[in-house]
């Protein structure tokens, strides 16, 4: 069956959540997948509906020698990289107060630091591509702070959302189009611990999926630079 859109997407943190629904979305509108995760074998390839194959290949957010061995793997077999789906995270609380500095460094070297990697080995191609799109998945803490113990992550995602907007200046003449997603609780392992508070639900990885999916799916002279994704009403941003 001739598929309705082919291009070349790769996806950090495929294996689980919200990579995972990500990966099933774009497997379904044709796309051709390079998905990359820390444990390669922990990605489920029967359950991913991809018309093509899949390519998956280990990458560590914080070792950029697997950024630039992945990006060439995914160049080796596709021979283009199209869209770059920036989505493994961690969130471990790191307050105002708090001593904990080496956690600190953990979200800023996975959440800010990893993203901009894969971006400096992407870059080229994305470039080349003429319509590369990244989509980076940020958080609705990239945009606002709604207390003190979580001042770790939410900086790491202040600054992945600059790097979105930076990238939206350095690609934007080369066809590149950056969008940030920015979702509030999604259901996943990252926030199973946390119960929604009253009024509001978790997002499902899929409507998020959705939302990737949609600015994807935009040409060059319709670009969205942010998607904030709410299932309660917010008034704070
Ligand atoms: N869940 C939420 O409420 C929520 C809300 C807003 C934004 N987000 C963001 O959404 C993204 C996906 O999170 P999720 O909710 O799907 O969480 P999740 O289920 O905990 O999945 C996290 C993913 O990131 C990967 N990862 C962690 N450290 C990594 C590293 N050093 N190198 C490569 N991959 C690494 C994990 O791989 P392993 O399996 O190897 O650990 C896993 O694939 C994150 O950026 C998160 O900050 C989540």
């Known amino acids: ?8 997407v790769m996806i950090t943190g495929a294996n689980r959540g919200i990579g995972l629904a990500i990966a099933n979305n774009l497997a379904q509108a044709g796309f051709r997948l390079s998905l990359g995760a820390r444990d390669p074998s922990t990605i489920d390839t029967s359950s991913i509906a991809s018309a093509i194959s899949p390519l998956v290949h280990a990458y560590d957010a914080t070792d950029k020698q ?8 995914t160049l080796d077999q596709f021979g283009a990289i199209d869209a770059v789906v920036l989505n ?3 969130m471990v609380p790191v307050g105002v107060s708090s001593e904990n500095e080496a956690d600190m460094d953990l979200m800023w070297n996975v959440n800010f630091k990893g993203p901009w990697r894969l971006l400096r080995a992407t870059l080229p191609a994305l470039k080349s591509s003429g319509h590369g799109r990244v989509i980076n998945v940020v ?4 945009k606002r702070v709604m207390g003190s113990g979580n001042l770790g992550y939410c900086a790491s995602k202040f600054a992945a959302l600059s790097l979105t907007h930076a990238l939206r ?19 996943t392992d990252m926030v199973s611990h946390v119960t929604a508070p009253e009024g509001e639900f978790k997002i499902t990885p899929e409507a998020v999926a959705a939302s990737a999916a949609y600015a994807l799916a935009l040409p060059n002279d319709a670009s969205v630079a942010e998607i904030l994704v ?3 009403l917010e008034s704070t941003f």
């Open 1 to 8: 069956m001739l598929q309705a859109d082919q291009r070349v």
């Open 66 to 73: 697997t950024a630039d061995s992945w990006t060439q793997a």
């Open 88 to 90: 493994a995270g961690v």
């Open 139 to 142: 958080s609705l803490s990239g």
């Open 169 to 187: 200046h350095e690609g934007w003449g080369d066809g590149l189009r950056a969008t940030a997603i920015c979702p509030g609780l999604v259901d």
């Open 230 to 232: 709410n299932s309660r």
